[in-house]
Every structure is written in structure tokens, then in C-alpha cells.
């Protein structure tokens, strides 16, 4: 009787230790984290730290504390490490108290919960502060906006200050422009500025009201009228300045353009260019197939402003496409006429069974376009130009009289060039050789007998 009472009371010592509780985890915010200024709606991290004297490996939950027995919000399944991190977001419903536990992977016996801990939002995102358009000339209107950092906020004010640069003496503090309160639907808030020829610094102060505080946050943004000079990069400096890449100055970079794949009317931005830059008007135009990281947008020109400056530059979301490789008309130099078998500049006279090959010289870095050639004004016959070599008409025998010359037209916007030099062609037949012979003793025989008359009338 005394065995079977000691068998008993051992049995039930065992079964009340394997029910223990194993020793409790600690919680804390990882290093990264300032947990006096958590931004809402930020990226957290916490790290559960196992007790040394735990066996390994484990299974390590994270968990809200009002909740920790039921539904764990995050789990690290067999771990071998004791310090376990998780991510979490500071969103509103995650602004409370959060634990951690684990229990042994194969005995499945649970740990005791960890220490609480608080996650406090005290921050806001910054919002969101544009200017449109993004760069602008001295002289033209521009807004600046601010937006929300996110949309399902409530009981949202945005406060705009502004002060002039550079900063003055005792004008260091931002003046005060208003205030609006956000409704449902409303994103931001607007300032409008006409005129513009003095540089200002915008703040825009985003204030919300949540759980009993007020939360802020602030960014600024400046907006300086620029001058926004273009100009065209050649492959090879000797082109010129009339032909080349585009590029923009903003503050003291050159920055090239860029356009979306369907923008269509890149030829009228760079006829604009080549208005700005003294150089006619563009006769060829093409868009580089990638857009360069440094882009600064794309112009929106109607085709009547004299400056590049003045046409309003679009924001580059959606710029697949880079900045245009130009030619302007000023690289149309007038081609120049001469005639294969004559070393005549301007006037030759040709017999009626005769032909003649009129040759025009094209010169110029233009890819596309076509030769005219001209007779007394009128286009006679057209070829396709290539610059550097020699385009050729032959006329055939009874070569029509009149005044030859040719020109260059652009097979891009129309524009043709000044007209080469003219060479007059005229028919010019000959006497036969008999009858010149016969004219020539004719007159010799003539000459001898005047002679002699004179000789025999001064004898007498």
C-alpha cells in the first residue's frame, strides 16, 4: 500500500512541472527605432529576445496584448536564434501595446508572456509639396501645392507660409498666406502666384487632430523664376550650334528633355528651339529612345512662342522617351550648280544635238531631304538628297534655253533653301566648216586686191 501511494504523488510531481510556464521573452524596439518620434503610418521594428537558459530551436509569435492568447499577429516558425525581429506598420489600430512569447518546437510548452510594449505615434509623414510647373520663366504664373501624406486622415488643417530669398535681416521668419481646413474628398490645399520675378521659399504645415493631440508635420519647397536658356549639343563641335541635342538650364545645370512615347508634337517644340537660338526653323527632329535619369520634363509649346522659356514645362511621370536630337534651317546651306562638261559658272552656249549633265552639290549634316532642280524658276526634276554627294540631271540633246539652278527641300516641316548660283544654257549652231573656209579666202583674196590697188594708185 505505501509503494502504490509513492508512485502515485511522483507521477503527479512530473505532470505539474511539464505544465510550468517557460521563462518570458523580452520585447523592445530595435536600434533603428526613436520611439519618441514614430511617424504614422511609418515602418517599425521590434525584436523579441529568448532567455539564455531556453533550449533551441523555438516558435516565436507577436502579438497585441489585449489579444496575445488568441490571435498572434505575427510568427517566426523554428527558430534558432534568440533575438527574432518583426515589421510593423504605425498604423492607427497599431497604436497600443504589443507582446511577444514562444514555445519549445517539439515539446510545444508555451512561454510566459513578454514585457508590454507601447507604440506611440507622436509624427506625420511630410505632405507632399509640388510647384507647377516645375521650372518657369522670370514673368510667368506658377501655383504651389500641397498634398496630404495620406487620404483616409480626418480633422486635417494645411497651413501655407512663404518668405522671399535670399534671407534679409530680421526677415528670417516665414509669413503666414492661410489656411484649409480639408473636407471629405479634398487632397490639399493651393497658393497661386502671378507675375513671377522674386524667389520664395513655400512651407506647407499639415495638421491633424487624432485621439485627444495634435500631430504636425512641415516641408518647404522653393520656387525661383529662371531664365531657362537652351541650347543644341552636336556629335561633332565643327556642326555648329544650329543642330545638336536639346538641353535646358535650370539654376546652373544643362538638363536634357524628355517625352511620353505618344507625345506627337515633339517638331513644334523644336521648331521653337530653333526660333530661340537664332537658327530658322527645325527641319529635322527625333526623340532618343530612353529617357536620361536627369531629365526636367517636357515643354508644352503651340508652335507661336519665340522662346523655349515660354512654353510651360511638364512634369516627367511618364517620360519614356529622351530629348530631340535637332537640325535647324540655318544647317541648309544653299547647294551649288555646275555643268559636267563645261567649267562655266553662269552662262554656256551648247549645240542642238548636244547633251549636258547638270550636277548639284548637297552639303549639310540633314539626313532627309530632296534636290529640285529649276528651269527659269520652274521645278523641272527632284531627287532625294544626300549630303556630300553629287545629285545629277542629265538634259538630253536640243537642251531647252533658259536659266538653271537647283535648291534643297527639307522632307521634314517643308523648308527649302536659297537657290544655287544660275547658269544660263543656250543653243549656239555653227556655220559648216566649207562655207566658214570659203568665207575666210574670200576675204583674204579681198585684202590682196585692196592691197594692190592701193599699192598700184600710190605708184601712179
Known sequence: ???RVLYLVVCLCVWVESQDLLPAPTL????????????????IHVVCT????????????????????????????????????????????????????????????????????????????????????PVFPVGMNYSVQCEVSQLNYKNVTIHMYNRLLPISPGKEVFQYIGFRFLLPGDTGAVVYRTNARETYEYMCEEEVFQKGRTLL???????????????????????????????????????????APSFYDS??????????????????SESLAVSAPDAIGTPNCIGKEKKLAECPILVKSGCGRGTLN???????LPPKLSLLEYNA??????????SVTLQCVFESPVKEANIIFTQNGNVRYSTRARSGLKETWVLPETVPEGEYACFVRAREGGYKTESSNVIGIYIYDPPPAGVVAGGVITTIVGVIILVLLCIYGSSS
Not at 563641335?237 to 538641353?247: D, E, K, Q
Not at 517638331?267 to 529635322?284: N, P
Request: with cysteine.
Open 1 to 3: 500500500m505505501k509503494l
Open 28 to 43: 523592445n524596439f530595435s536600434s533603428s527605432v526613436n520611439r519618441s518620434a514614430i511617424t504614422r503610418y511609418s515602418s
Open 50 to 133: 529568448i532567455p539564455e537558459n531556453v533550449s533551441l530551436p523555438v516558435d516565436v509569435y507577436l502579438s497585441l496584448a489585449e489579444k496575445a492568447a488568441n490571435s498572434p499577429l505575427r510568427s517566426s516558425i523554428f527558430q534558432s536564434q534568440r533575438q527574432v525581429e518583426f515589421s510593423l506598420d504605425a498604423r492607427p489600430d497599431y497604436e497600443t501595446t504589443f507582446v511577444c512569447w514562444y514555445q519549445n518546437f517539439y515539446s510545444k510548452v508555451q512561454s510566459q508572456f513578454s514585457n508590454g510594449l507601447d507604440v506611440v505615434v507622436s509624427a506625420l509623414p511630410d505632405p507632399k509639396l509640388f510647384i507647377f510647373p
Open 217 to 259: 508635420s512641415r516641408t518647404t519647397i522653393t520656387a525661383m523664376p529662371e531664365e531657362l536658356p537652351v541650347r543644341l549639343v552636336p556629335t561633332d563641335p565643327s556642326l555648329g550650334s544650329c543642330i545638336g541635342y536639346a538641353f535646358l538650364k535650370v539654376k546652373d545645370d544643362w538638363r536634357p528633355l524628355c517625352f
Open 267 to 284: 517638331l513644334t517644340v523644336a521648331h521653337v528651339i530653333c526660333r530661340d537660338l537664332g537658327c530658322g526653323s527645325a527641319v529635322e
Open 326 to 332: 535637332i537640325a535647324c534651317s540655318a544647317t541648309l
Open 345 to 354: 559658272l553662269s552662262r554656256v552656249y551648247v549645240r542642238t544635238d548636244e
